[in-house]
C-alpha cells in the first residue's frame, strides 16, 4: 500500500490513485492491464478509473463540466497511470485530446507511469521515447521505466513481475512522506 504521510502536513498527500485509458475500444485489454499495474503498485484499487472511451465526443466540447471535473482530479492523484495501445507507432489522439487539457508544467502534480500495449516488440520504445516527455511535460513525476507489454500477454501477470518488481520500491519511495519533514 502507498504510505500516507500524516495529514496535518501542508505537503501531505492524499494517496489518490488515478487510472486513464486512452483506448478507443470501451472495457479494453488496455483498461485491464492499466487497472493491473496501478493496484499492484498501490496495494489497493485506484480510486478513478477514467476509460476515455466512455467520454467519446464530450472530449472535444472544452466547456464540458464532467470532463473537467475528470482532469482536475486526475491532475491531483498521487499516483496516476496513462495508458494507451499502440497505434501509428505511438498513443492514440483520443489520450492526445485528453492530456490537452492539462496545464503545462503543473497540470499532472504527483507520479505518473507511462503504459502502452502493442501487437509486437517492433514499438516497444514508444512508451519511453513518446509518452514519458508528454507526461513530463505536464509536469509529472516520472521515476521509473515506462512499460510496454505485448498484447497477447496483456492477461499474463508474469508480463508485468520483473517490471512491478524494480518499479514498485521507487514509486512508493517517491510517494513517501519527506523523511525530513516537521524537522527544524
Known amino acids: 500500500m502507498i504510505p500516507l504521510p500524516n495529514q496535518s502536513s501542508p505537503r501531505s498527500r492524499s494517496g489518490r ?13 488496455t483498461l485491464g492491464a492499466a487497472v493491473h499495474v496501478a493496484s499492484e503498485l498501490a496495494g489497493r484499487d485506484p480510486d478513478l478509473v477514467v476509460d476515455l472511451a ?15 471535473g475528470l482532469v482536475a482530479e486526475v491532475g491531483a492523484a498521487d499516483l496516476v497511470v496513462v495508458a494507451s495501445p499502440t497505434y501509428k507507432a505511438t498513443y492514440t489522439g483520443l489520450l492526445k485530446l485528453f492530456l490537452d487539457r492539462f496545464a503545462g508544467g503543473t497540470g499532472l502534480r504527483g507520479v505518473a507511469v507511462p503504459l502502452m500495449l502493442g501487437a509486437g516488440p517492433a514499438h516497444a520504445l514508444a512508451p519511453e521515447h513518446l509518452l514519458r516527455p508528454l507526461l513530463t511535460e505536464l509536469g509529472a513525476i516520472v521515476p521509473v521505466s515506462a ?38
Do not use: I, Q, T
Not at 466512455?54 to 473537467?68: N, Y
Open 17 to 29: 490513485v488515478a487510472v486513464v485509458v486512452g483506448n478507443p475500444k470501451p472495457a479494453s485489454r
Open 54 to 68: 466512455d467520454l467519446g465526443p464530450r472530449l472535444l466540447d472544452w466547456s464540458d463540466d464532467l470532463v473537467g
Open 147 to 184: 512499460l510496454y507489454v505485448l498484447d497477447c500477454d496483456h492477461d499474463r501477470p508474469e508480463a508485468y513481475d520483473a517490471w512491478l518488481a524494480a518499479a514498485r520500491p521507487v514509486v512508493r519511495a517517491v510517494l513517501a512522506p519527506p523523511l525530513l519533514e516537521g524537522v527544524s
